[in-house]
């Protein structure tokens, strides 16, 4: 039994000092002014129907030894009820500091509600998903890398709730019928 965990114990440890690419530390993800860490991130919360809520980027570390390199990175993002996904990306990679880069990117401007100009989303809840993919040289590693939410994508829930205004108007209307029943029983 003891050899056995030995034994799993240092494959493990090989396999980790082989790795060629690969993420590390925290990731977060831009939104609306907002950095969020992944680790965290579980709702962007209410979001008027009339204004804007900016997808804008990134903020992740990757390691590459052996020659590999990773050439560029892209955040993949999509809502429920949207047809497409979405991308922002950064290439050409970042400099690098010894075998590490720390790509970040916080200037795109990709609106969650209107989809970035191809139809609003109507009031109500969705859901917010998205994964890291990093696209390598190939070099001592088997094609791209992925960083997501242990094999399912970064999710987080908002809703889509109509203007303050809205509520104004209504909360109006119901005192003008009041007052308008009150006087027809006077």
């Known amino acids: 039994m003891k050899k056995s965990i030995l034994l799993a114990s240092s494959l493990f440890a090989a396999i980790s000092l082989n790795a060629s690419t690969g993420f590390f530390g925290s990731t977060s993800i831009i939104a609306d002014g907002t950095t969020s860490d992944t680790a ?29 390199e990773i050439t560029h990175m892209t955040m993949n993002w999509t809502v429920d009820g949207f047809a497409n996904t979405h991308q922002i990306q950064i290439t050409p990679g970042p400099a690098k500091v010894g075998n590490n880069r720390n790509w970040v990117i916080s200037s795109s401007t990709q609106d969650l509600v209107t989809n970035s100009g191809l139809g609003a989303l109507a009031e109500g809840a969705y859901t917010f998903s998205a994964y890291f993919e990093g696209f390598t ?28 205004g ?11 019928a009041f007052v308008a029943l009150k006087r027809r029983k006077a």
Do not use: K, R
């Open 137 to 164: 040289n190939g070099t001592d590693t088997a094609g791209n890398i992925f960083l997501n939410n242990g094999g399912s994508n970064y999710n987080a829930s908002f809703t889509i709730v109509p203007e303050p």
């Open 40 to 68: 965290s991130l579980t709702t962007f919360g209410n979001i008027s129907n009339t204004g804007t809520f900016e997808i804008q980027g990134f903020d992740l570390n990757t390691f590459e030894d052996n020659g590999s």
């Open 166 to 176: 809205t509520y104004a108007l209504i909360a109006g209307m119901f005192g003008l």
